[in-house]
T-cell receptor, first 114, second 114 residues
Framework: DGGITQSPKYLFRKEGQNVTLSCEQN?????MYWYRQDPGQGLRLIYY???????QKGDIAEGYSVSREKKESFPLTVTSAQKNPTAFYLC?????????????FGPGTRLTVL | AQTVTQSQPEMSVQEAETVTLSCTYD???????LFWYKQPPSRQMILVIR??????QNATENRFSVNFQKAAKSFSLKISDSQLGDTAMYFC???????????FGAGTRLTVKP
């Protein structure tokens, strides 16, 4: 089946630790995205990548880092510099603007800082 | 930067009735896409409907249709013959043609009552 997978589904972190959230897609999409969702708010863009080895900051990139070494993978690292990391994280991919802009979403990872 | 506003945090509708969710947006772009996404309790984001701003005709997908008023920057979603499975958070989003910066509203929680 084609789609986007995120792991783990639930993640617990102690304060001061870095953690990495996994996102993999087999849709052959060029563009990939990371969003953060907090209660009562919509999705906010953390980072996006339009092509391998290239990525751009979104509105709330501080305290996060990404890499795009392979087309299929776009891992997100939540660093200790992120002051309030407890949230639901969604990864998405798309064929880009030429494909009509539609983004396909993974099932999400719930991160809780203990 | 674009902004998207959903002024109805919560709504409810009786099964088989019709409901309309409101969305307004602000953009300086002339060409853009507009989307409605559904997020059921599973938290999986699902595309409901998409509209291209240059098209005057309102998009329709089965029981879902939009009322797109470009001059008023309004993009409402109408759900006809509401079903229990329509219970979800609904997010309105906009995406300019020239970049990947998709903006989401804060969402409307819709409950369909039997």
């Amino acid at each position: 089946d084609g789609g986007i997978t995120q792991s783990p589904k639930y993640l617990f972190r102690k304060e001061g630790q870095n953690v990495t959230l996994s996102c993999e897609q087999n849709l052959n999409h060029d563009a990939m995205y990371w969003y953060r969702q907090d209660p009562g708010q919509g999705l906010r863009l953390i980072y996006y990548s339009q092509i391998v080895n290239d990525f751009q900051k979104g509105d709330i990139a501080e305290g996060y880092s990404v890499s795009r070494e392979k087309k299929e993978s776009f891992p997100l690292t939540v660093t200790s510099a992120q002051k309030n990391p407890t949230a639901f994280y969604l990864c998405a991919s798309s064929t880009g603007l030429a494909g009509g802009g539609r983004q396909f979403f993974g099932p999400g990872t719930r991160l809780t800082v203990l | 930067a674009q902004t998207v506003t959903q002024s109805q945090p919560e709504m409810s509708v009786q099964e088989a009735e019709t409901v309309t969710l409101s969305c307004t947006y602000d953009t300086s772009e002339n060409n853009y896409y507009l989307f409605w996404y559904k997020q059921p309790p599973s938290r999986q984001m699902i595309l409901v409907i998409r509209q291209e701003a240059y098209k005057q005709q309102n998009a329709t997908e089965n029981r879902f249709s939009v009322n797109f008023q470009k001059a008023a920057k309004s993009f409402s979603l109408k759900i006809s013959d509401s079903q229990l499975g329509d219970t979800a958070m609904y997010f309105c989003a906009s995406l300019p043609y020239n970049n990947n910066d998709m903006r989401f509203g804060a969402g409307t929680r819709l409950t369909v009552k039997p």
